[in-house]
């Protein structure tokens, strides 16, 4: 466990993650990082040093890995170099040294840089079971078949991924986006009174409940040609142009909702408490700040307000 005599460069410290699966510890907090810790959830110790080649090689594949089983197991590193007294208690001889606590004990380990492959059998025996699937690919093929109008086969898809994580809010919000489009706004209300406080101001939570209140707000317009022959009548009718502009958004016209409540804000700003650009703002929200319909009204806005 001596480093060698020749330098060899430092990698960056690897630091603790934000999703608080991965930290560093030190002598002082191991009781508490790993004994403690492990009552709750099984805690994997990677016992590194600066110098070890090995260790540079495992101990992203222990993060990946770890990551991949959300919160199953937890991963701890400790750097002998600045705290040896640990691993000496352990009669750890050559690192990278890899243990495994759960209840507060030490129950299984190994040595050396393993694939990733051994190191997810490992993993997988300590979780007492395989890590939940990577979801990425179905949200977006999800996400894709809701943008195409495909209501019903993001839905599947959406409670597909439900019933593996179920507090997934980026498909329970989808979910509830299903429902909006298919008219079904109290059970697009009842997915999203699902979403826990403290998770309100999720990205996708924030925007289904933006496109609910618009789905809700159009539900109480009349016919669009009823409000489009208002506007002939009398083109500074504002509120006509503003129903309109909700209607035709209700309708997937976005470019033409966008320039409706624009034409407002060109006329009068300040009509409604600056209700146009309010408008156009929760539309932004509803739609996503990617939408090819957001970046284009965010650029019209802007013209506007800067010029």
């Given at each position: 466990?001596?480093?060698?005599?020749?330098?060899?460069?430092?990698?960056?410290?690897?630091?603790?993650?934000?999703?608080?699966?991965?930290?560093?510890?030190?002598?002082?907090?191991?009781?508490?990082?790993?004994?403690?810790?492990?009552?709750?959830?099984?805690?994997?110790?990677?016992?590194?040093?600066?110098?070890?080649?090995?260790?540079?090689?495992?101990?992203?594949?222990?993060?990946?890995?770890?990551?991949?089983?959300?919160?199953?197991?937890?991963?701890?590193?400790?750097?002998?170099?600045?705290?040896?007294?640990?691993?000496?208690?352990?009669?750890?001889?050559?690192?990278?040294?890899?243990?495994?606590?759960?209840?507060?004990?030490?129950?299984?380990?190994?040595?050396g840089a393993l694939p990733e492959s051994q190191v997810t059998a490992f993993v997988e025996k300590l979780a007492g079971g395989a890590a939940n699937p990577d979801l990425t690919e179905a949200l977006a093929a999800?996400?894709?078949?809701?943008?195409?109008?495909?209501?019903?086969?993001?839905?599947?898809?959406?409670?597909?991924?439900l019933g593996v994580e179920p507090d997934n809010l980026h498909a329970l919000a989808g979910l509830a986006r299903c429902a909006i489009e298919?008219?079904?706004?109290?059970?697009?209300?009842?997915?999203?009174?699902?979403?826990?406080?403290?998770?309100?101001?999720?990205?996708?939570?924030?925007?289904?409940?933006?496109?609910?209140?618009?789905?809700?707000?159009?539900?109480?317009?009349?016919?669009?040609?009823?409000?489009?022959?208002?506007?002939?009548?009398?083109?500074?009718?504002?509120?006509?142009?503003?129903?309109?502009?909700?209607?035709?958004?209700?309708?997937?016209?976005?470019?033409?909702?966008?320039?409706?409540?624009?034409?407002?804000?060109?006329?009068?700003?300040?009509?409604?408490?600056?209700?146009?650009?309010?408008?156009?703002?929760?539309?932004?929200?509803?739609?996503?700040?990617?939408?090819?319909?957001?970046?284009?009204?965010?650029?019209?806005?802007?013209?506007?307000?800067?010029?």
């Amino acid at each position: 466990m001596t480093p060698p005599a020749a330098s060899a460069p430092v990698p960056q410290a690897a630091g603790g993650g934000e999703d608080g699966l991965i930290k560093d510890t030190t002598t002082r907090d191991f009781v508490r990082d790993v004994l403690e810790e492990s009552k709750k959830q099984p805690v994997i110790v990677d016992f590194w040093a600066p110098w070890c080649g090995p260790c540079k090689q495992l101990t992203p594949v222990l993060e990946k890995v770890v990551r991949a089983f959300k919160g199953k197991v937890k991963l701890v590193k400790m750097n002998i170099d600045d705290h040896p007294q640990v691993a000496g208690q352990l009669g750890i001889q050559s690192i990278p040294a890899v243990f495994a606590f759960d209840k507060g004990q030490g129950i299984d380990g190994f040595m050396g840089a393993l694939p990733e492959s051994q190191v997810t059998a490992f993993v997988e025996k300590l979780a007492g079971g395989a890590a939940n699937p990577d979801l990425t690919e179905a949200l977006a093929a999800a996400d894709a078949a809701l943008v195409e109008g495909d209501a019903a086969g993001a839905a599947q898809i959406y409670s597909q991924i439900l019933g593996v994580e179920p507090d997934n809010l980026h498909a329970l919000a989808g979910l509830a986006r299903c429902a909006i489009e298919t008219g079904e706004l109290e059970q697009a209300k009842a997915l999203l009174d699902q979403v826990p406080a403290d998770k309100q101001t999720d990205r996708a939570v924030v925007a289904a409940r933006a496109a609910l209140d618009l789905a809700e707000q159009a539900a109480d317009l009349g016919p669009i040609h009823e409000l489009e022959q208002r506007l002939v009548e009398n083109p500074a009718d504002h509120q006509a142009r503003f129903d309109l502009a909700v209607a035709l958004n209700a309708k997937g016209q976005r470019e033409e909702a966008t320039d409706q409540l624009l034409d407002i804000f060109k006329r009068d700003r300040n009509w409604n408490e600056d209700g146009a650009r309010k408008q156009l703002v929760q539309f932004f929200e509803a739609w996503g700040p990617m939408d090819e319909a957001t970046i284009a009204g965010r650029r019209k806005l802007s013209s506007l307000l800067f010029r």
